[in-house]
């Protein structure tokens, strides 16, 4: 194996595409434990969604950012590949300077660190929040 090749299989993250990338498993266990993020900020993204069971990570970098199931014309800013999200399941908004997930009426809720959130309600984001939406967690990075 090249000293290339073999760099490229250690990368701390690579690049997905211009609003998400991929972290490796050992990073994973550095964001969870309260380290720094492991890639520079974007400039105009204040935080981001870890999925820890994909490795990706969705920068947030407009307002309302919605998350659920794409499919026909409903397109959500985070696509999750989950037959228990729905289409507009939630989404992240700015208020008062913080960030807040608003569950958006789905059938099967969203939960912010266990706790099932309210329809409509805005709930404040904090550093490391488990966010669980069907079958997926995700955990918000700032």
């Known amino acids: 194996m090249s000293d290339t090749s073999s760099k490229n299989n250690e990368n701390e ?15 994973i266990g550095k ?7 492991p890639f520079e900020k974007k400039e ?17 970098d407009h307002y309302p950012f919605s998350i659920g199931r794409n499919g026909g014309d ?6 999750l590949d989950d037959h228990l999200v729905s289409r507009i399941h939630a989404h992240i908004e700015k208020k008062d300077g913080q960030d807040h997930i608003v569950n958006d009426h789905a059938m099967n809720g969203t939960f912010l660190n266990g706790k099932k959130l309210e329809d409509s309600v805005p709930a404040p984001l904090s550093k490391n929040d488990d966010i669980r939406l069907g079958n997926t967690k995700l955990i918000y990075m700032v």
Do not use: H, M, R
Request: proline share 2%.
């Open 44 to 60: 105009n993204a204040a935080a981001a969604l870890l999925n820890p069971d994909s490795g990706k990570i969705t920068y947030i």
């Open 74 to 79: 409903v397109q959500a800013d985070l696509s």
């Open 31 to 37: 964001v969870l434990s309260g380290e720094e993020l």
């Open 13 to 27: 993250f690579n690049e997905a595409t211009d609003s998400t990338i991929n972290i490796n498993t050992a990073w």
